[in-house]
C-alpha cells in the first residue's frame, strides 16, 4: 500500500471528484432544463407549442397515477423486445449461417442484401394491408428492421475472427463445434454486440413510427392521441418516455459489453 | 589415452532416451503461385535434436516449419516423423507436434491458466499450474492475456505447448517481436525446458546470435535450399562472449550476408 492510499484525507479529497465525474454527463440536460422552464414562465415558449417543465411533470404525476401510462409503456415494452428478439434471432442465425457456410453465403447473402437496402418503414402501408394494425404489424416491422444490424454485423464479426488463433486454434486439435465454441464465437461478439447496440436504438425508433401511425395502445399511439386534443404535455411525456426506454436500452446492451467483453481493455469498465 | 567425446556425442547419448522423435524431410517442393519457395528440400533432423534454421526473409524457412507443422501441404516430397520411443509414458505412437507462433496466438477472450489447458481435460488443471509455474509464471493464472507483457505471452505461449510434453516443437520466431533482454532470458528458458524435457526443437530465426546459443546444429536456407548445414560444438552453457562462439557466429554471418571471408593472401 503507498502513502496515498493510506491517508485519509487524501481519500475525502478524491471523494467530490468522483461525484464531480458521475454528475458532469447530466449538467448539459440539467442546464436546458432550466432555460426551458425559465422560457415557459416568462412566456418566450407558449404552452401550445411546449408545455414547460412543471407541466410535464405534472402530466407524467397524473398519467402514472391512472396507470393509463404504465399500461402503455409495458405495451411498447413488449412489443419492443418482442421484435427485437425475433429479428435479432433470425439475424444471429442467419449471419452465422451465412458466414461460416459457403454455399449459405451464396444461395442467401445477396437476397439479404437487396431487402435490407428497402427502408422497413417504407413497408408500412404494405404491412398494414397485410397484418391490419394488431400486434403482428408491429412485431413484423420492429423484427425487419432489427434484423440487418445484427445479420450484418454477425457476419462480419466471423469473418474477421483472427487468422492465427484460428490456426492456432486447429493446431491444438480443436475443430467443428469446439472450435466455433473457443474461437469462432467469442471472436466475432465484440461485432456481434456492436449489431446488438444499433439494432436496440432502430427498435425504438421504428416502433415510434409503427405506434403513431397504427395503433390503439402504447406510447406512440398516447402521443398521437395526445395531439388530437392539443395536449403538449402528455405529447412530450410520451417524448421523454422514448428516449428514457433507449437510454435503458442502451445501458442494457453497455452492460452486456462490459460483462461478456471484460477480457478486452477496451470495454473494461473505467475505474 | 581415454577417449574423449564431444559435448555434442556426449549430449547426443544422453538424450538417446528422451521423448523427441526424429524429422525426415524428403525432396519437399512448395510453390506459392508459381513461386517456388522450398526446391527438393532435404533435411534430417534425430530425435533429440536443437536444429536451428537461419536464413534471409522469404527465403522459406518459416514456410519449411509450417509444413513439418501439417499447416501447409508440399506439392511433393514427404515428411516423416519418426516413432515415439516406446518407454515413453502415456504415448499412443502419435508424436506430439507443438507449435510456438511469433505472436503468442493467446486467446483473449480466456484467462492464463485456461489458456494453458486449451484442448485438454479438466483432470489436467494441476499439471497446467504446474507448467505455468515452470516458466515463472504461476502467480499470474487467472489473469487476462491482456494484461501481460509480450514476453510473458510467450511464456504462456510456451507453457501451453509443453503440458501436452511435446515429442517435437517448432518454434516460429517465437522470440523476433521481444526486446533484448527478455529474449536472452527466453532463450535461457527455451534451452532449459529442452535440455530437461529432450523434445526434438527446429527452431527457425533470423537472429544468428540466437541460433548458435542455442542450437545443435544450424541449417542455413538459400534459394530453397540448404546452403549451409554447420554442427555447433560449443560446450553448453554457452557464453556468448567466448571466441568460439564468435567466430562461429560471424562465419554463418558472413554466408548468410554473402560476404567473401577475409582470406589471408600468400604472398
Known amino acids: ?271 | 589415452m581415454p577417449v574423449t567425446f564431444s559435448s555434442r556425442e556426449i549430449e547426443a547419448g544422453e538424450r538417446r532416451w528422451s521423448r523427441g522423435v526424429s524429422v525426415a524431410i524428403k525432396n519437399v517442393s512448395i510453390a506459392f503461385g508459381g513461386r517456388t519457395v522450398l526446391e527438393n528440400f532435404d533435411v534430417e533432423i534425430p530425435a533429440g535434436e536443437f536444429v536451428a534454421i537461419v536464413g534471409r526473409s522469404g527465403c522459406g524457412k518459416s514456410t519449411l516449419l509450417r509444413s513439418v507443422a501439417g499447416l501447409e501441404t508440399p506439392q511433393s516430397g514427404t515428411i516423416a516423423l519418426g516413432n515415439v520411443a516406446e518407454y515413453v509414458a502415456g504415448h499412443n505412437g502419435e508424436p506430439d507436434v507443438r507449435v510456438m507462433f511469433q505472436d503468442s496466438r493467446l486467446l483473449p477472450w480466456r484467462r492464463v491458466l485456461p489458456n494453458v489447458m486449451l484442448g485438454l481435460e479438466p483432470a489436467l488443471i494441476p499439471q497446467a499450474r504446474k507448467v505455468l509455474a515452470q516458466v515463472g509464471l504461476g502467480e499470474r493464472a487467472n489473469d487476462w492475456p491482456a494484461t501481460l507483457s509480450g514476453g510473458q505471452r510467450q511464456r504462456v505461449a510456451l507453457a501451453r505447448a509443453l503440458v501436452h510434453d511435446p515429442n517435437l516443437l517448432l518454434l516460429d520466431e517465437p522470440l523476433g517481436s521481444l526486446d533484448a533482454l527478455t529474449r536472452i532470458e527466453m532463450q535461457q528458458l527455451i534451452e532449459d525446458v529442452w535440455r530437461s524435457r529432450g523434445f526434438t526443437a527446429m527452431l527457425v530465426t533470423h537472429d544468428v546470435a540466437e541460433a548458435v546459443s542455442l542450437a545443435d546444429r544450424v541449417i542455413l536456407i538459400e534459394g530453397g535450399r540448404v546452403a549451409l548445414d554447420e554442427v555447433v560444438n560449443i560446450p553448453r552453457p554457452r557464453t556468448r562472449g567466448s571466441a568460439r562462439f564468435a567466430a562461429l557466429e560471424e562465419r554463418i554471418l558472413d554466408r548468410v550476408l554473402q560476404r567473401r571471408p577475409v582470406v589471408e593472401e600468400p604472398w
Not at chain 1, 449461417?97 to 437476397?111: H, Q, R
Open chain 1, 1 to 271: 500500500m503507498n502513502e496515498r492510499q493510506k491517508n485519509p484525507a487524501m481519500n475525502t479529497q478524491l471523494r467530490p471528484s468522483i461525484l464531480a465525474k458521475r454528475a458532469l454527463p447530466w449538467a448539459v440536460p440539467i442546464a436546458l432544463l432550466i432555460v426551458w422552464q425559465w422560457a415557459s414562465s416568462v412566456g418566450v415558449l407558449p404552452s401550445r407549442f411546449l408545455p414547460s417543465p412543471r407541466a410535464v411533470v405534472s402530466s407524467f404525476i397524473a398519467l402514472s397515477a391512472s396507470g393509463e401510462l404504465w399500461m402503455h409503456v409495458r405495451v411498447s415494452t413488449l412489443r419492443a423486445l418482442s421484435g427485437f428478439v425475433v429479428g435479432g434471432g433470425v439475424g444471429l442465425m442467419l449471419g452465422l449461417l451465412t458466414a461460416s457456410l459457403n454455399w449459405a453465403e451464396i444461395l442467401l447473402d445477396t437476397t439479404i442484401q437487396m431487402v435490407r437496402n428497402v427502408p422497413p418503414l417504407a413497408l408500412i402501408p404494405l404491412v398494414i394491408l397485410w397484418f391490419g394494425i394488431d400486434e403482428s404489424a408491429k412485431l413484423f416491422l420492429v423484427s425487419l428492421g432489427v434484423f440487418f444490424p445484427v445479420y450484418i454485423n454477425t457476419f462480419h464479426g466471423i469473418r474477421s475472427v483472427d487468422r492465427g488463433l484460428l490456426e492456432m486454434g486447429r493446431t491444438y486439435g480443436l475443430s467443428g463445434w469446439s472450435l466455433y465454441r473457443e474461437i469462432i464465437l467469442p471472436g466475432a461478439l465484440p461485432s456481434i454486440l456492436v449489431g446488438v447496440r444499433f439494432s436496440l436504438g432502430l427498435m425504438w425508433v421504428i416502433l415510434i413510427v409503427a405506434e403513431t401511425i397504427s395503433a390503439r395502445s402504447g406510447i406512440g399511439y398516447m402521443t398521437m392521441n395526445a395531439r388530437e386534443f392539443m395536449q403538449t404535455d402528455v405529447m412530450v411525456v410520451g417524448i421523454l418516455l422514448y428516449a428514457i426506454l433507449g437510454k435503458l436500452a442502451d445501458l442494457l446492451a453497455k452492460g452486456l459489453e462490459r460483462y461478456w467483453l471484460r477480457w478486452n481493455p477496451a470495454y473494461q469498465a473505467a475505474r
